[in-house]
């Protein structure tokens, strides 16, 4: 095999991995730009998150509700049982309220989850699950 032959066949391999170095460049200036579109997303839902549950914790209770217990987590605890889909765990609601996942704060909403069964607003539907009571349709257009 002579010199140039070996030269011409560095050259197309050279040529080759420039352009799949050039690809992935473009693909990865193309992700950095969605990756960003994506962080201002979440900056903008961590936004609404933080208003809303300012707004949740001024927000009277409603007229026909049963009087709830004075302190600021019971109406966002309420207001995270409008939003699920299915029962919640006391874990779940502690992190929802954003309180540190300890096991004094877990036992305390669990507490508060208790109570709020004993009032008649929740159900306990199975051992450590809880879920918003149904309520009668004129009862839930009035809320609305």
Do not use: W
């Amino acid at each position: 095999m002579n010199i140039q032959s070996l030269l011409d066949a560095l050259g197309i391999q050279e040529d080759a991995a420039r352009a799949l170095a050039d690809d992935f460049r473009t693909q990865i200036a193309e992700l950095q730009a969605r990756l960003g579109e994506a962080e201002t997303h979440l900056e903008h839902l961590a936004i609404t998150r933080k208003t809303v549950t300012t707004l949740a914790d001024r927000v009277p209770v409603q007229a026909g509700s049963p009087d709830l217990p004075e302190h600021p987590d019971y109406p966002r605890i309420l207001a995270r049982f409008n939003e699920a889909t299915g029962p919640l765990r006391a874990r779940e609601v502690c992190q929802a309220l954003d309180h540190e996942l300890l096991p004094k704060n877990i036992e305390g909403t669990r507490a508060k989850l208790k109570r709020l069964v004993k009032l008649d607003i929740l159900a306990e539907v199975d051992t450590g699950s809880f879920t918003r009571k149904q309520q009668p349709a004129e009862h839930y257009d009035q809320q609305l």
